[in-house]
């Protein structure tokens, strides 16, 4: 089969499409037919050996997937061959930048109807991470207030569904180019924060702040300041710490996202109902995933992509 992997850490130019043997699940596993996967900023951490996730060289990027299952391993229920699923697959184990990919049974949900099976992978970890921060890490509840600050990317996207769908008010921050896409997202009031403060257009205290942005580590602690007493603040970007206020009970929390194929299955019956959006920026083919590696690396990609190693 065909695989992009990089043999050594390094420059986007490290990744290559390598023809591989096609591999056979183990117990609690099955392989599935990749019908796309999804580029997302982690893969180009990783490859570039400066996030701590331990691989084994050669490493096939690509934690995002979805496809059909193709064979199943030993102690395998719930799937059968020939369903379509999603998952998020293990970050430390081969991905799915392949026409056929390894993933733990108990990661994947089935596919949404209501979109193009490729299309979905553009779901897994970010919709997981929007429910992980807006839910677990920080109780958001029906009638609260939410700041997402940095709304335009994949996550600030479904924050904003799942937080309207809860029956909360959101404020995003995004620039110019994403204001469209945050307001069809649902979002009550949009900031532009390249044209005015958000200190000074926020006039009233939210119950979360939650940050998927890298912003200046001053600006953040501002930020804070925004936050009613006892209320909290969760930040995605895993590099920075997020400030709190125990003063004023303000707890914070920096989260990394976990798999949980019930919370994904419960975001896949939200797609299907029409309550979450899945915006594709570009598909392109497994030849061109050091293409959008090196975009990425430049500071130039816009938009979610997908990989196709059909294409």
């Keep these: 089969m065909k695989a992009v992997r990089f043999h050594v850490t390094g420059e986007p130019s490290v990744l290559q499409l390598d023809d591989v043997e096609t591999p056979t699940p183990g117990s609690g596993e099955v392989r599935i037919r990749v019908e796309a996967s999804a580029f997302s900023p982690a893969d180009n951490g990783i490859r570039a050996g400066i996030l701590p996730i331990p691989v084994t ?71 997981l991470t929007a429910w992980q921060a807006l839910f677990d890490e920080a109780s958001l509840a029906e009638g609260q207030t939410v700041l997402i600050v940095g709304a335009g990317g994949a996550v600030g996207g479904f924050a904003i569904g799942l937080a309207k769908h809860a029956g909360a008010h959101v404020i995003a921050t995004a620039s110019e180019r994403s204001h469209k896409s945050v307001r069809a997202a649902g979002a009550d009031v949009v900031i532009d924060h390249t044209r005015e403060s958000v200190l000074d257009a926020v006039t009233e205290p939210v119950d979360v702040l939650l940050n998927l942005a890298p912003i200046d580590p001053e600006e953040f602690t501002a930020l804070v300041g925004l936050v009613r007493d006892g209320g909290v603040v969760v930040s995605t970007t895993a590099w920075m710490p997020a400030p709190s206020d125990e003063s004023r009970g303000v707890r914070s929390v920096v989260m990394y996202v976990r798999s949980d194929a019930e919370r994904l299955a419960r975001i896949v019956s939200l797609v299907d109902e029409g309550v979450l959006r899945v915006e594709i920026a570009r598909r392109v083919p497994l030849a061109e995933l050091a293409d959008i590696h090196q975009q990425a690396a430049d500071g130039t990609l816009r938009g979610k992509v997908i990989v196709l190693p059909n294409a």
């Excluded at 999603?86 to 990661?107: Q, Y």
């Design 57 to 127: 060289l050669p490493h096939t990027p690509g934690y995002d997937v979805s496809g059909t299952i193709d064979a199943l391993g030993d102690d395998v229920s719930g799937f059968t061959v020939g369903d379509r699923v999603i998952g998020f697959l293990p970050m430390t184990a081969p991905g799915a930048a392949a026409e056929f990919v390894i993933a733990p049974a108990n990661v994947l949900a089935a596919a949404p109807l209501s979109i193009p099976l490729a299309d979905a992978a553009a779901i897994p970890s970010v919709a």
